[in-house]
């Protein structure tokens, strides 16, 4: 079945940055759109950027658009999604998720779980 | 503040109907782009529970029905059962963020 798998929880200080990784599995990797979502404790969820795995293309959050960087890796149908600069503020469960045609997000990764401290 | 308004909170008893509410704006659902909703239960990502502002995914019971009307969106659960107690949210696309938008999310308790 589809499904995307992520990268296991991460504590960082502040200042620093984080890689979290999203591998896709049981669709074409190429084919759909992969974004980021985050979601801090108790809030809501909050859009942070996509990229289209064919040719790499993204398009951020203007939030996020001078901390964050995704790339992907199409050989191993694999998304990335780097948060620098980082603060109390992003500590937070980051998801990505696969959008189909409607743009609704249908398939969606566990969470990655990233506390940032000092 | 999110670009789009949900109440925080909705209650019903088993077996009631219950709906909830997305308003939106001009710039997302005013503008013709559609409403998806997501159903999270407690430490669990996100569920895709309505599509393009009225269709199910496979497995979704038909007790969830979906609408779209001007500036707002609603999602109806039709006979609520204890399980449906979860936080809901809608996502659209607005064009003065250009990117995705969610709603604050409702938290659906069932008395």
């Known amino acids: 079945q589809m499904q995307l798998v992520q990268s296991g929880a991460e504590v960082k200080k502040t200042g620093s940055s984080v890689k979290v990784s999203c591998k896709a599995s049981?669709?074409?990797?190429?084919?759909?759109?992969l974004h980021w979502v985050r979601q801090a404790p108790g809030q809501a969820l909050e859009w942070m950027g996509w990229?289209?795995?064919?040719?790499?293309?993204?398009n951020y959050a203007q939030k996020f658009q001078d901390r964050v960087t995704i790339t992907r890796d199409r050989s191993m149908s694999t998304a990335y999604m780097e948060l620098s600069s980082l603060r109390s503020e992003d500590t937070a469960m980051y998801y990505c998720?696969?959008?189909?045609?409607?743009?609704?997000?249908?398939?969606w990764g566990q969470g990655t779980m990233v506390t940032v401290s000092s | 503040q999110s670009a789009l308004t949900q109440p925080p909170s909705v209650s019903g008893a088993p077996g009631q109907w219950v709906t909830l509410s997305c308003t939106g704006s001009?710039?997302?659902?005013?503008?013709?782009?559609?409403v998806h909703w997501y159903q999270q239960l407690p430490g669990t990502a996100p569920k895709l529970l309505m599509s393009?502002?009225?269709y199910r995914p496979s497995g979704v019971p038909d007790r969830f029905s979906g609408s779209k009307s001007g500036t707002s969106a609603y999602l109806a659960i039709d006979g609520l059962q204890s399980e449906d107690e979860a936080h809901y949210f809608c996502?659209?696309?607005?064009?003065?963020?250009?990117?995705?938008?969610f709603g604050g999310g409702t938290e659906l308790t069932v008395l």
């Open positions: 049981g669709y074409t990797f190429t084919y759909r759109y």
């Open positions: 998720a696969s959008a189909g045609h409607s743009g609704s997000y249908d398939i």
């Open positions: 990229i289209t795995p064919f040719n790499g293309n993204t």
């Open positions: 996502q659209s696309y607005d064009t003065g963020l250009s990117g995705p938008v």
């Open positions: 393009g502002n009225h």
């Open positions: 001009s710039s997302n659902i005013g503008a013709g782009f559609d």
